[in-house]
């Protein structure tokens, strides 16, 4: 994978902010406060406190809080948990607490948890209908008298739409609600203040726009609200005076600091101190100008390439970033991986691309996103086989007859190339390479950890007669034998990304997908010196450089010569010997290496190790990606594949074809190869 030291390709704000000088900045704080607190004296106290309060300061000055109102939070969650259960008892009992449909769904949860537990009714408002959120005034009409409390999603993370809080506040103060504010989306982005519209509580992270590390969340609470709180995890910091010991004398602080509970973390807000440092030094009017002149690019480029905004087109509807919606969820995480090859960071959720822009993104990477968004979606269209044909025989995929003389012919219909092949076939012009290892009681089974999952069992070959009393005329067996044993084929019911595609198992897939053209990426020497030996993108472009491209619909197979070792079932899986240590030593393929191949619009990836995955790919981000990816592109996995050595680089054919298993997952397969003689 490409590193984006210059980051001008990240467009992941919404996630993760970043700014210049950010991993030097974390470094160096890291160290000050590791020097510190390894010191031999007593000033480690006083530093950490301090510093604590610096980051609570920048973050008051942020949302313009006053002091004695805000305080540390692990997260958004965290916070809202401390904030509801610090309400006086049973003041939320037969009331509704209300949230939109698009509101954080970490927050949902809590919720939900909650309601059976304090007797509220969580009362979840539907998105807009023909919208992608929820508008305010579908909001306010489910808001009553009833509702004890409600949570504002000022900017959605689903469609990064934002409400305008003046109309909804206003109204909650009508109904007597507790108004508190997610400001997560946009916080540090878009001005907010909690005193216009005044509300009672907010909640936020410093990641995103703040460009701070996880876990350094805050709360703000209304002075005159929180004097009523109480809150449940109480302990010595929430006293005014911490060091105030007394059992029977525990009193609450005037303030904030009542929900501080114990010795408070403060490590998360120490790393993130730089970045509230840097975001307090720059001009916010001109971050917010130049996030919506990209994301107006954005959409400007989406708009040509017909994908439609999931978000709002008006800016002032609208947080920082933009969603685009596409065909399926395939699609888009195949977008998603062959970006990211190339070192350009954006991210999906289901069908939905996110693009958030921020202060180090160049306006040049919008366009190399968008042309090759649209070059691996064409490629992407022409991966099943026979869905392109229009009756214009094989002229467009370049097969042409050529004369004795070397000059070129008519184009080579369908009919001609298949009257040519059973000749060469015949005559042995064109030989069948057996691709598939012997099945029987002592082929290599996949071994899973016992307390991860069951395993598959050993084969069994039964005899039901042998030319005896049991059947005088004939022999014949019975087996015991799970789908994926031996040299096999993996259908995408197989892994769980692939569940949900119908035409996904071994008796409903397109049989037009199993014969396709072969790549055979040699591996054998790297795989020799290196058992762990990983296949990444580099290598495959590479590769391509050399033989040509992998096209759309073509088999791609790694040659690791793996097969040599079939015959010793320790040798083929290659456990590693410390017990506690889940995973082998085999070759395969990177997350990235997937990421690309799935880019090119390839049928399926083949391995000649037990499985299509590395065999230490339990430990990858994803874990398995070759499973995870291939399946979740509805692709096919081969496994156990033997006598890659005698296919050439390009121009074989393989033949993989499963049993019709009635919703088969995958199947044992005799995995066939056409290879021109005259190529060995």
């Known amino acids: 994978m490409l590193t984006n030291t210059q980051h001008r390709g990240y467009f992941l704000y919404h996630s993760i902010g970043m700014y210049p000088g950010k991993e030097q900045d974390m470094t160096d704080a890291a160290a000050e406060f590791s020097e510190i607190w390894s010191a031999a004296n007593d000033k480690q106290w006083g530093y950490v406190l301090q510093k604590r309060q610096d980051f609570i300061d920048y973050w008051r000055r942020i949302i313009n809080a006053p002091k004695g109102s805000t305080t540390t939070c692990e997260n958004v969650t965290d916070g809202m948990h401390k904030l509801i259960r610090s309400l006086p008892e049973g003041s939320l009992c037969g009331k509704r607490v209300l949230v939109s449909g698009d509101c954080f769904p970490s927050l949902h949860f809590l919720l939900a948890g909650l309601a059976p537990k304090m007797g509220f009714t969580l009362d ?83 990641l995103k726009w703040i460009c701070g590390t996880p876990g350094a969340g805050i709360l703000y609470v209304d002075k005159a609200l929180a004097l009523n709180l109480t809150p449940e995890g109480r302990g010595w910091f929430a006293q005014n005076n911490p060091f105030s010991w007394d059992f029977n004398k525990f009193e609450y602080a005037p303030d904030i600091r009542r929900f501080d509970s114990g010795t408070p973390g403060s490590v998360a807000a120490i790393t993130s101190l730089p970045a509230l440092r840097w975001h307090s030094e720059q001009k916010h009017e001109e971050m917010a100008a130049w996030n919506r002149q990209l994301v107006d690019k954005i959409i400007a480029r989406a708009d040509i390439l017909d994908l439609p905004l999931h978000s709002p087109r ?300 590395a065999g230490m790919a339990g430990k990858f981000s994803p874990p398995y990606p070759a499973h995870n990816y291939l399946h979740r592109d509805n692709c096919f996995g081969l496994a156990s594949l033997t006598n890659l050595d005698q296919l050439p680089p390009k121009g074989a054919i393989l033949i993989a074809a499963p049993l019709k298993i009635e919703n088969g997952t995958g199947s044992p397969i005799r995995a066939l190869a056409l290879v021109a003689q005259q190529q060995e």
């Not at 004890?148 to 909804?168: E, F, H, I, K």
């Not at 030989?431 to 002592?442: F, H, K, N, S």
């Not at 290599?444 to 005899?463: C, G, Q, R, Y």
Request: hydrophobic fraction near 40%; aromatic fraction near 8%; include cysteine.
């Open 124 to 206: 979840t408002v539907p998105l807009t209908e023909g919208k992608s959120w929820v508008e305010a005034e579908d909001f306010i009409a489910r808001w009553g008298r009833d509702v004890g409390l409600t949570v504002l999603t000022w900017v959605t993370s689903t469609a990064s739409a934002r409400v305008d809080l003046t109309p909804l506040v206003a109204h909650g103060r009508e109904m007597g609600s507790i108004i508190g504010v997610d400001i997560t989306q946009a916080a540090g982005l878009i001005p907010f203040d909690v005193m216009n519209p005044k509300v009672d509580f907010v909640i936020s992270t410093s």
């Open 314 to 613: 008006d800016a002032e509807k609208r947080g920082g970033s933009v969603m685009l919606r596409f065909p399926d969820k395939a699609e888009a995480a195949a977008i998603v991986g062959a970006l990211g090859v190339e070192g350009l960071s954006v991210d999906f959720r289901g069908q939905l691309l996110r693009l958030s822009p921020g202060n180090m993104t160049g306006a040049e990477t919008i366009d190399t996103v968008f042309d090759m968004t649209a070059e691996v979606l064409n490629r992407r269209r022409r991966r099943f086989a026979g869905h392109c044909f229009a009756g214009h025989g094989l002229a467009g995929h370049g097969l042409q007859k050529i004369t004795s003389a070397g000059q070129q012919a008519a184009p080579m219909s369908s009919t001609d190339l298949l009257g040519s092949l059973g000749p060469m076939l015949l005559s042995g012009e064109i030989r069948v390479v057996d691709c598939t290892a012997v099945l029987g009681p002592e082929t290599p089974i996949l071994h899973l950890p016992i307390d991860f999952a069951k395993n598959t069992p050993k084969v069994e070959i039964h005899s039901i007669s042998n030319y005896d009393a049991d059947g005088p005329f004939f022999a014949w067996n019975w087996l015991k034998l799970g789908e994926h044993s031996g040299t096999h084929f993996d259908a995408p019911h197989h892994w769980i990304s692939g569940k949900d595609f119908e035409d996904g198992y071994t008796d409903t897939l397109d049989v037009q997908r199993l014969m396709a053209p072969v790549n055979v990426i040699d591996c054998s020497k790297d795989c020799a010196k290196d058992p762990d030996f990983l296949l990444t993108a580099e290598h495959v472009k590479v590769w391509e450089v050399e033989y040509g491209n992998i096209n759309p619909g073509e088999w791609v197979v790694m040659r690791s010569d793996w097969d040599a070792r079939s015959d010793n079932e320790k040798l083929f899986l290659n456990e590693d010997p410390n017990p506690h240590e889940d995973g082998s030593h085999s070759p395969g393929p990177t997350t990235e290496c997937m990421d690309y191949l799935l880019s090119k619009g390839i049928v399926g990836w083949g391995s000649q190790c037990i499985g299509t995955d």
